[in-house]
């Protein structure tokens, strides 16, 4: 009964948010449903294409979504169930859905071009370059926590095609989502090429997702962890390439209803649980104010991630979405809303973790998504029954479509943001560059760097990762909200809505990398270190003193608003 009241009240929390704290930022900021977007005026068949809401809600929702609040919230559970589900309802709604949507209307407000863009606007052109090292330094930690995620879902110790009762969950989670990518694309064609409206579209679509799983269920495709890692990474390096029509929007928009099936599949789960008793939630209210992954700040903060406030989000805002937006009026959905619905999902992880956490906490589960799948699969029926074997291939499945969600959209953003580190302000693409800044501007030269060391990084153990990603992601995050509101600043629009949550966002994570840092020097110091901890060292100290020097540009930004508006 405990998880079924837990999830009635993170539901009518965050709709209370999303109808009147998201409509009163959209009134504050003026969303103008007559002013066109960049979609419409800019398009250009490859990056800029208008979409229908639901599919852009595919999209965004997917992307945002990845493993991070599976992952996250089920980390940070040992804390307890209430920090992590104050966290996300609060953090949702004041923080992450203000950082989104904020970034979104932000972006279009800026011909759809990026946060980068936003900050130099606002804070000059050395903060626009600052910011964008910074961004490229947590894309490189994005892909290789996802390719590292992806990978481990996938990975067997044989290579080839296996069938009947040896397909093991990864090699059918794997072959399913190979299925997908061709689906996709057969999707995004029928579309935009053979012209096939929307709905009978996507009755097609959903109906070649049923047969790529009944298929997945009966056929397996196996390869090591190396190889899907060097598989992984040049299907990113294509993605992110090709135009949106032909895999971005239609995947992704495929994939939502996946995720949209999986939360009502746990809800249903959490209402069955609590009438027949078949499964217990077992985390404890809370556990204390220091657990294995440290003290409850910032570790609970940067744990959580996506589940309540993500900078990834603010890059995927700016970079593929405000590209797609049609109407400023469906701002507050995709950008608000899908935040909501994010922390909402952080939630059903708690749960579900909280129907194994015996075994979770034993050790029994390779990674915090075979939790969340087990979890639910136990509230239909034991392990070894066919319905629990047949939800847990479709959860696993959900996590694997969403990290490749935010893999291929993560490094399209790499792509943005590497040509637009080395462009003049009267380039407008690499064609304009001139000499070596021609090379380093070009698509394929920033994908190819961003994709190699990201899964060269992928190669090392999720946890080496996660934690660094974490405060990374967070840290972004508190760059984000300060970026927006000196903009709003800057044209005169209410911004102090802003302020609470960009300080706490700043110094929870220079907190924890701060931290991270001296536990480095110490192993470091003590001759304990791998070279995991010298990568996390050298990143950890690099984004500090980019983000240190940022704040300090947005002080005296803030600064000179305040004595302006004074001095009027």
């Known amino acids: 009964m405990t998880a079924l009241l837990i999830i009635i009240a993170a539901i009518a929390l965050l709709f209370c948010g ?70 996300c309802v609060i953090g949702g709604i004041f923080f992450g859905g203000l950082q ?132 992984i990474g040049i299907y990113i390096a294509v993605a992110s390439l090709v135009p949106v029509w032909i895999l971005l929007q239609p995947r ?112 029994e589960f390779g990674s915090p998504s075979a939790a969340f799948a087990a979890g639910i699969g136990i509230m239909f029926g034991n392990e070894g029954s066919t319905q629990y074997k047949t939800i847990y291939a479709l959860l696993t499945l959900a996590v694997s479509v969403f990290a490749l969600t935010s893999l291929d959209t993560g490094t399209r953003l790499s792509r943005f943001m590497f040509s637009e580190l080395f462009l003049k302000e009267e380039e407008a693409t690499w064609k304009d560059a001139k000499g070596v800044r021609k090379l380093l501007a070009h698509p394929m030269f920033g994908t190819t760097i961003m994709v190699v060391i990201g899964c060269i990084l992928g190669g090392l153990k999720l946890s080496a990762i996660w934690g660094l990603f974490g405060a990374a992601n967070q840290l972004l995050a508190g760059l984000a909200l300060m970026a927006v509101a000196t903009w709003l600043g800057n044209v005169g629009k209410n911004n102090k809505m802003f302020y609470i949550p960009m300080t706490f966002m700043l110094v929870a994570t220079l907190t924890s990398l701060v931290i991270t840092i001296l536990k480095k020097f110490k192993a470091i110091g003590g001759g304990e270190a791998v070279w995991g901890d010298w990568f996390q060292l050298v990143f950890a100290l690099a984004m500090a003193v980019l983000a240190i020097i940022l704040a300090i540009e947005g002080c005296q930004t803030f600064a000179k608003q305040w004595s302006k508006k004074a001095k009027a």
């Open 252 to 363: 992704d928009y495929l994939s939502s209803y996946l995720l949209y099936f999986m939360m009502g599949l746990a809800v249903i789960g959490i209402i069955v649980a609590a009438v027949t008793k078949t499964a217990s939630f077992d985390i404890p209210v809370f556990t204390g104010w220091k657990t294995g992954i440290g003290t409850l700040f910032p570790a609970l903060f940067i744990t959580v991630a996506c589940g309540a406030c993500s900078g990834f989000h603010s890059l995927i805002s700016t970079g593929t979405s405000s590209k797609q937006l049609d109407n400023e009026k469906n701002a507050k959905a995709i950008g608000y809303g899908s935040m909501l619905i994010e922390s909402a999902l952080g939630i059903v992880s708690l749960i579900a973790v909280g129907m194994v956490y015996q075994k979770y906490l034993a050790g």
């Open 100 to 231: 989104d949507f904020g970034s979104l209307f932000a972006s279009i407000r800026h011909d759809g071009k990026s946060v980068g863009e936003i900050i130099k606007d606002s804070m000059g052109a050395r903060a626009k370059k600052l910011f964008i090292i910074f961004a490229l330094l947590v894309l490189i930690l994005v892909i290789a926590s996802f390719v590292n995620v992806v990978a481990g879902t996938f990975a067997s110790d044989h290579f080839g095609i296996t069938t009947g009762a040896a397909v093991t969950g990864n090699e059918t989670t794997a072959i399913i989502s190979l299925l997908f990518i061709i689906l996709a694309i057969i999707y995004g064609i029928i579309t935009n090429k053979a012209g096939l409206s929307i709905v009978p579209a996507t009755i097609i679509g959903l109906v070649g997702v049923v047969v790529s799983v009944i298929i997945g269920l009966n056929v397996g495709f196996a390869m090591t962890r190396t190889a899907w890692i060097v598989g």
């Open 18 to 87: 999303y109808v009147f704290y998201g409509s009163w930022l959209a009134m504050q900021w003026g969303i103008d449903p007559t002013r066109k977007t960049p979609a419409v005026e800019k398009e250009d068949g490859v990056d800029y294409v208008a979409a229908k809401p639901a599919v852009l809600m595919g999209h965004h929702f997917s992307s945002i979504a990845g493993a991070g609040p599976i992952n996250g919230p089920i980390q940070a559970s040992v804390f307890g169930w209430l920090p992590v589900f104050l966290w």
